[in-house]
Nanobody, 115 residues
Framework: QVQLVESGGGLVQAGGSLRLSCAAS????????MGWYRQAPGKERELVAV???????NYADSVKARFTISRDNAKNTVYLQMNSLKPEDTAVYYC?????????WGQGTQVTASS
């Protein structure tokens, strides 16, 4: 079984920072693209950032220059450093990983930026 376990969410004031982590565990022989998505109340889940095994990244326009995605391939872990958080960043953040051409999701972690 493959599991993605997220950590690092919480409540911060607007302008603050948080760092999310997501570790993949289980019968894994290699993890492909990893990424972060988010879903705000009443809205659809949307892409925040993704990163390939080689380190190529892609960001949603709304988070460019504020968020940084990175990964540690040896630990099968992906990170999301979030700076200058805005109230509109408030959402449940989900980790996603491509493993053996299947996509797995974490349980989600709440991020709240208060104004």
């Amino acid at each position: 079984q493959v599991q993605l376990v997220e950590s690092g969410g919480g409540l911060v004031q607007a302008g603050g920072s948080l760092r999310l982590s997501c570790a993949a565990s289980g019968r894994i022989f290699g993890v492909g693209v990893m990424g972060w998505y988010r879903q705000a109340p009443g809205k659809e889940r949307e892409l925040v950032a993704v990163i390939t095994t080689g380190g190529t990244t892609n960001y949603a326009d709304s988070v460019k220059a504020r968020f940084t995605i990175s990964r540690d391939n040896a630990k099968n872990t992906v990170y999301l450093q979030m700076n200058s958080l805005k109230p509109e960043d408030t959402a449940v953040y989900y980790c996603n990983a491509e493993i053996f051409r299947l996509h797995y999701w974490g349980q989600g972690t709440q991020v709240t930026a208060s104004s």
